[in-house]
């Protein structure tokens, strides 16, 4: 299974890599988590520029999604997509949800975690 990872560059901009899950992620980086949170965002939402707050899993159980990155490439992300976003700084990226159903997707914060672990 591939997961997509949301990271910043050393260009300050926000960039999408695959990782292969027999790679990554740690076993052990999932051991600390305290919380889940769902989120229901209705069709057409928009969140222009914003980086995250801390590092997260999101997996989208329903709907679709579109992440826009600085270099002007979107990414689609429907259900089943696992997400690591770890773009905590720069100029980060926008989200759409570009399904006619709500997106509903789970957060899983990481804590104490450095990216890419």
Excluded: C
Aim: net charge negative; proline share 6%; aromatic share 6%.
């Amino acid at each position: 299974m591939k997961i997509h990872r949301i990271y910043t560059g050393d260009d300050g901009q926000a960039h999408i890599d695959q990782i292969e899950t027999d790679d990554f992620p740690n076993p052990a980086s999932l051991t600390e988590i305290s919380e889940l949170r769902f989120r229901v965002q209705q069709p057409g939402q928009f969140a222009d520029w914003h980086v995250e707050s801390r590092r997260n899993y999101i997996i989208t159980l329903s709907g679709e999604g579109e992440i826009g990155l600085g270099d002007g490439s979107l990414h689609r992300f429907g259900p089943g997509a696992v997400v690591l976003v770890e773009d905590l700084t720069g100029q980060g990226h926008t989200t759409r949800v570009s399904s006619e159903v709500p997106r509903i997707t789970i957060a899983v914060p990481l804590a104490n975690q450095t990216p890419g672990a």
